[in-house]
């Protein structure tokens, strides 16, 4: 506990918004950028290459980075080869492929990979900028959209209206379903979207809340959509119809109705029951006071959804959250900068870094429980990958707790009983 030094993974050109892993390649993908603004910081989308140095040391290799021209990307969703993008009030769909390097390109690509990804920049800034929609490409315009080094390429797939908002249109959360079926997003129009993937025929677009929406998630199996927006109301949808409207202050009574407002919602498994669900939500001081409340964390059951814990995660604001994906870990991040990981089945603090990073945390990513995560997950319980608008990209390892096996923890017992029977008989002559 307490201030310490988490080194930086990888420091970016532009501040960082969103960051994800692929569970197929391994890459971690992260994004961010100055937005429309002529402040000479560049808007892109950079892939890294992740390698576990020791046991519990991580080091990130830049592979390629991917031009957005005009519009930074906000938030993102990974799904099947394909990044859903957050950029201004659309969402824009990238496919990525990694590919291997041909044997007799190695050494070259080896000696001047530098120097042609130094060259691929220089090519991208001399084009002719686009921006708005006039300068977003539709399916298929390659030369536009297309982007690519002799390791990752980068095709664009389209774009669809995300947010209407007539004054500020912004696309602030972006989900896939599990069965990679459904596209949803939310913005500050307060209106949920949910398009037909991959065909992008939108299926429903319904008022969820008033003012923006801060979160969404869809259970496993489609069943059930939560929504958060900035209207004090954590909603449950099935389809576009309204299920029910979560109550947290039931586990909490003492609190004030409108003084906490809920910031974020995810869906999570149980581990050990396979048909379990539990939701995680967030909520945070609707006002800043000078000696500021605590934030809590509330866990439900994912079917009823009823409040079954509710704990406090400290006094620092909380900006972003993340699940693990087995479900036994939860990640939060706050608007100081501190990085926090918790037990999902107590809701009790395992791991803290206060001021991590020197500004809000935007995302937080657990590396993922497939083989290829595990595989670099090293000799750690789990570890987590946290961006800022600091441009800092950091990860956070969690050690494996020591364990006994159950088979010793039983001959310990066995010895104690039999060392406890001769003392008293030791002691009392005939005691058995």
Partial sequence: MGKRKVPDLYRAPFPLYTIKVDPKTGLVITAGGGGASKTGIKNAVHFLGLQLVGEHQYSATLLHSHDTDLR??????????????GQDGTCCLMRFKQSQQKEGRKAAAKDDGHSEQQGNARRRAGKGVKGGKDGAAAAGDVSDTKDETAQISVAGLGEVQSDLNPQDPLQKV???????????TGGTDGHIRVWEYPS???????????????????SPGNKHLVTVGRDFICSVWSGNQLAMSLRWRDTMPQIADKAYRYMACRFGKVEDQKDALRL???QIPHKRDRKPPPCYLTKWDGKSFLPMLTASCGNEVISTLAVSDSGT?????TVTGSVAIYIAFSLQKL?????SHGIVV????????????KSIKGNNEAAMLSVAVDSRCQVHALRNRRSFPIWLVLFFCGLMVVGVILLLQHLFPGFI
């Fill in 72 to 85: 930074a990307t906000m938030n993102m969703a990974i799904g099947d080869g394909v990044i859903a993008a």
């Fill in 280 to 282: 995680y939500t967030v």
């Fill in 329 to 333: 870990f939860i990640g939060l991040g």
């Fill in 200 to 218: 992008l025929k939108k299926k429903f677009d319904f008022k969820a809340h008033e003012g923006e929406v801060e979160d969404l998630d869809m």
């Fill in 174 to 184: 972006v989900r896939f379903s599990s069965d990679f079926s459904l596209l949803l």
């Fill in 351 to 355: 791991y803290y870094v206060q001021e």
């Fill in 362 to 373: 935007t995302d937080l990513a657990f590396l993922p429980e497939t083989m290829k995560g």
